[in-house]
């Protein structure tokens, strides 16, 4: 869900608007009836702008936990494109994608990637060069735990230059 101010009578984005949002992920708990439950703020929205990379570090897949990352396109106007490199103990595993003006989108990290001795997976978000304007975007990643439900989020931090040799051991 991504909300926008928009001016009265009108269907002009509101620049000035202002939002405060916060999202929580429920998981049901093994073994029981119950859920548990991971709160977090919702990004800001110059978290990152323009066609460097970002990279969400800290992240976890392999049987004990489980990663969905996203993708938010904060550009107004322009459908924009990405290419999400999962970085593990394999061999990298890339997915494309394309999101609309004022879109996101959750992606699950397959299950099939090769995790590294410990779990852990370092994602790129590398953003394509057209259109040639610059625009805000975000993207973050969310790790459970399988057993316990203990969840946690790492916002994308934007880097100056991509690739990032990541050492996932």
């Known amino acids: 869900l991504l909300i926008t101010a928009v001016l009265p009578g009108t269907n002009t984005v509101d620049t000035n608007g202002k939002l405060l949002a916060m999202f929580r992920i429920w998981t ?6 119950g859920t548990t439950s991971f709160g977090a703020w919702g990004p800001p929205s110059d978290n990152i702008h323009g066609f460097n990379g970002a990279i969400a570090l800290g992240l976890r897949q392999s049987t004990a936990f489980r990663t969905n990352v996203g993708l ?27 999101l609309a003006p004022l ?8 299950a ?7 779990g852990y997976i370092s ?6 060069a057209t259109p040639a304007t610059d625009f805000r975007w975000s993207a973050f990643g969310v790790t459970a735990d399988n057993i316990t439900g203990d969840s ?7 880097s100056a230059t991509l690739p990032v040799n990541i050492s996932n051991d």
């Open 28 to 33: 049901p708990q093994p073994g029981s009836a």
């Open 72 to 98: 938010v396109n904060l550009d107004p106007v322009n459908t924009r494109s990405w290419t999400i490199t999962i970085l593990s103990a394999g061999t990298p595993t890339n997915i494309p994608i394309a």
């Open 103 to 110: 879109s996101m989108q959750l992606i699950a990290v397959p």
């Open 112 to 118: 099939t990637i090769t995790p590294s001795p410990n």
């Open 123 to 128: 994602v790129l978000f590398v953003p394509s």
């Open 152 to 158: 946690w989020l790492n916002l994308a931090t934007q």
